[in-house]
Nanobody
Framework: QVQLVESGGGLVQAGDSLRLSCAASGRTYNMYALGWFRQAPGKEREFVTTINWNGPGTLYADSVKGRFTISRDNTKNTVYLQMNSLKPEDTAVYYC??????????????WGQGTQVTVSS
């Protein structure tokens, strides 16, 4: 089992920045990637970004490319999501997930509880 705890969400204005963190614990040696997904009210969950846990490689959704950056600290078993130039359409609950280095949610076996990000216009 892998446990994931997100933090860093909040209410910001359009154009502001936020950094989310996700701390992993438990059987982290089973992780191949840590990713971020989000779900807005009334919408399906969507892929945001993911990072290869044991080597180079990141993937981003087109909607966040150039604005969001994912990074990791293997010594702390933590992944970060730096979100810049936030837009109201970025408003969602953001979930951290551990699994395979893919963009599909089905490829991830463990999920955090989520953290709310609200961007006002």
């Amino acid at each position: 089992q892998v446990q994931l705890v997100e933090s860093g969400g909040g209410l910001v204005q359009a154009g502001d920045s936020l950094r989310l963190s996700c701390a992993a614990s438990g059987r982290t040696y089973n992780m191949y990637a840590l990713g971020w997904f989000r779900q807005a009210p009334g919408k399906e969950r969507e892929f945001v970004t993911t990072i290869n846990w044991n080597g180079p490689g990141t993937l981003y959704a087109d909607s966040v490319k150039g604005r969001f950056t994912i990074s990791r600290d293997n010594t702390k078993n933590t992944v970060y999501l730096q979100m810049n130039s936030l837009k109201p359409e970025d408003t969602a609950v953001y979930y951290c997930a551990a699994g395979r280095f893919r963009t599909g949610g089905d490829e991830y076996d463990y999920w955090g509880q989520g953290t709310q990000v609200t961007v006002s216009s």
